[in-house]
């Protein structure tokens, strides 16, 4: 077994990490969302959209759906996935859209990729200014006082003849506006492994301190993470659905 560093573009190994998620049921649910507190308009933007798995679905949903994200080769990938969509490379904190938008999405937790409170506030402000009037907003988030630093999912996948294992867990120190993701990518391939480290810088705040940024701009709805029922909040679990409907 070697300790070999797996150096790589992330996007090349993105759909294999994430092979576990349900991706229709979140886009449905979020769909069901918008049906619920936004308008009929069917203009949709996702942020962090990675390399366009639910930009897929809104498109088979009959939206006219696009995505941004920061890093380009996955949009290249998104791109290849879903060639009627349009995409651009933008950071998320300063995106700027040709026309308003009815919906917008960010999923995977991908909202806390603002490093800091200034950076979120900014991207806040971006999607109110994005949004068409009643427009809705809808992501997931992760308060920070509920962050379980043992916590690390793990799974598996076969691929190209190689067996990758990947992890990801939230660390929190306890104080301040930021927390983290550690990554890990394994790789296995004729009995050698070579491994991959990483740790994203991510913004880190509690569900009171996120509902007093949104609702200056938006009637704040915030429901259980539960994919297959829409359940509002109990106010307990660290894990949320948020939606947020333009004022």
């Known amino acids: 077994?070697?300790?070999?560093?797996?150096?790589?573009?992330?996007?090349?190994?993105?759909?294999?990490?994430?092979?576990?998620?349900?991706?229709?049921?979140?886009?449905?649910?979020?769909?069901?969302?918008?049906?619920?507190?936004?308008?009929?308009g069917r203009r949709h933007l996702d942020l962090a959209c990675g390399t366009g798995p639910h930009v897929r679905h809104f498109l088979d949903f009959g939206y006219r759906s696009a995505g941004l994200d920061i890093n380009q080769p996955m949009l290249d990938l998104a791109q290849q996935r879903c060639p009627d969509a349009q995409f651009s490379c933008q950071d998320m904190a300063s995106f700027r859209v040709d026309e308003p938008q009815d919906?917008?999405?960010?999923?995977?937790?991908?909202?806390?990729y603002n490093p800091g409170l200034?950076?979120?506030?900014?991207?806040?402000?971006?999607?109110?200014?994005?949004?068409?009037?009643?427009?809705?907003?809808?992501?997931?988030?992760?308060?920070?006082?509920?962050?379980?630093?043992?916590?690390?999912?793990?799974?598996?996948?076969?691929?190209?003849?190689?067996?990758?294992?990947?992890?990801?867990?939230?660390?929190?120190?306890?104080?301040?506006?930021?927390?983290?993701?550690?990554?890990?990518?394994?790789?296995?391939?004729?009995?050698?492994?070579?491994?991959?480290?990483?740790?994203?810088?991510m913004v880190a705040l509690t569900f009171a301190e996120l509902q007093q940024l949104l609702q200056p701009h938006f009637e704040v709805q915030v429901f259980e993470h539960d994919y297959e029922r829409i359940t509002p909040w109990a106010?307990?679990?660290?894990n949320a659905l948020f939606v947020c409907v333009k004022r």
Request: charged share 20%; with cysteine; hydrophobic share 35%.
């Open 1 to 40: 077994m070697s300790s070999n560093a797996l150096y790589t573009d992330l996007s090349s190994y993105y759909d294999l990490m994430c092979a576990d998620i349900d991706y229709q049921a979140q886009s449905h649910c979020v769909r069901r969302l918008h049906q619920l507190f936004g308008t009929p």
């Open 103 to 112: 919906l917008i999405t960010c999923f995977l937790y991908s909202i806390h």
């Open 118 to 201: 200034e950076q979120l506030r900014a991207c806040l402000a971006s999607v109110h200014a994005a949004l068409a009037e009643g427009g809705v907003f809808c992501f997931n988030t992760v308060d920070k006082g509920q962050i379980d630093n043992r916590s690390f999912v793990r799974h598996s996948a076969e691929h190209d003849g190689s067996r990758f294992s990947f992890g990801s867990g939230w660390y929190y120190s306890g104080e301040g506006e930021r927390q983290a993701l550690r990554l890990s990518i394994e790789k296995t391939t004729a009995g050698i492994t070579q491994s991959w480290q990483d740790e994203h810088p």
């Open 235 to 238: 106010g307990t679990s660290g």
